[in-house]
């Protein structure tokens, strides 16, 4: 049985002013140079669709697919990579793309998976944040919204593979 969707989180016209917010700020801090934004597929695919059109520099888009060893919804921190970059990223200005941080498991894994490519630069935008279940430090230089620590679907984000088409974005009703 699919779980009902709950209460709305973040109303999508908050999430359009957001992302019109991260992208202006990218456009004025990369000004002057080219990047390349790296999308964690899936749930990243519809932030950074909107995003790249909120950005006024040079860009181009390379995407990632990454699963999190060990079974449930929680992440064990040995991260897969399922799908790896096209783009050779070393001297460039990269941008990593995340729907949803939660222990930051994931995006540090990536972090040094990357940086170990040598890019010019390497940041993160991360749409959502759930501080509550952080288990390592991880700076994310465009951040979104906080969630509290509920399963949240829409604008991208998942359950089982359903949901990603909401406009909205919500909490799982909680069995
Ligand atoms: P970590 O824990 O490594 O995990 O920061 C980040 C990944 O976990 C997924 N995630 C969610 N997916 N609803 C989802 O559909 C959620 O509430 C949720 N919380 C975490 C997400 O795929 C992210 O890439
Ligand atoms: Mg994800």
């Given at each position: 049985?699919?779980?009902?969707?709950?209460?709305?989180?973040v109303?999508?016209?908050?999430?359009?002013?957001?992302?019109?917010?991260?992208?202006?700020?990218?456009?004025?801090?990369?000004?002057?140079?080219?990047?390349?934004?790296?999308?964690?597929?899936?749930?990243?695919?519809?932030?950074?669709?909107?995003?790249?059109?909120?950005?006024?520099?040079?860009?181009?888009?390379?995407?990632?697919?990454?699963?999190?060893?060990?079974?449930?919804?929680?992440?064990?921190?040995?991260?897969?990579?399922?799908?790896?970059?096209?783009?050779?990223?070393?001297?460039?200005?990269?941008?990593?793309?995340?729907?949803?941080?939660?222990?930051?498991?994931?995006?540090?894994?990536?972090?040094?998976?990357?940086?170990?490519?040598?890019?010019?630069?390497?940041?993160?935008?991360?749409?959502?944040?759930?501080?509550?279940?952080?288990?390592?430090?991880?700076?994310?230089?465009?951040?979104?919204?906080?969630?509290?620590?509920?399963?949240?679907?829409?604008?991208?984000?998942?359950?089982?593979?359903?949901y990603?088409?909401?406009?909205?974005?919500?909490?799982?009703?909680?069995p």
């Amino acid at each position: 049985m699919m779980p009902e969707i709950g209460p709305v989180l973040v109303p999508a016209g908050e999430i359009q002013r957001k992302v019109r917010e991260l992208g202006e700020r990218i456009t004025r801090d990369y000004a002057g140079q080219n990047l390349l934004l790296v999308g964690i597929l899936r749930g990243a695919f519809v932030v950074l669709s909107d995003l790249i059109r909120q950005i006024e520099i040079p860009c181009e888009v390379d995407f990632m697919e990454v699963s999190s060893y060990g079974a449930g919804t929680t992440s064990s921190g040995v991260v897969r990579i399922l799908k790896d970059l096209e783009e050779d990223i070393s001297g460039r200005h990269v941008l990593i793309v995340e729907d949803i941080i939660d222990t930051g498991l994931t995006l540090s894994y990536l972090r040094r998976s990357l940086l170990a490519r040598k890019p010019a630069s390497l940041e993160i935008c991360a749409l959502l944040s759930k501080p509550a279940r952080r288990q390592v430090d991880i700076q994310v230089r465009y951040q979104g919204f906080e969630v509290p620590d509920v399963f949240v679907v829409g604008y991208g984000i998942d359950y089982a593979g359903f949901y990603r088409n909401l406009r909205d974005i919500y909490a799982l009703k909680q069995p």
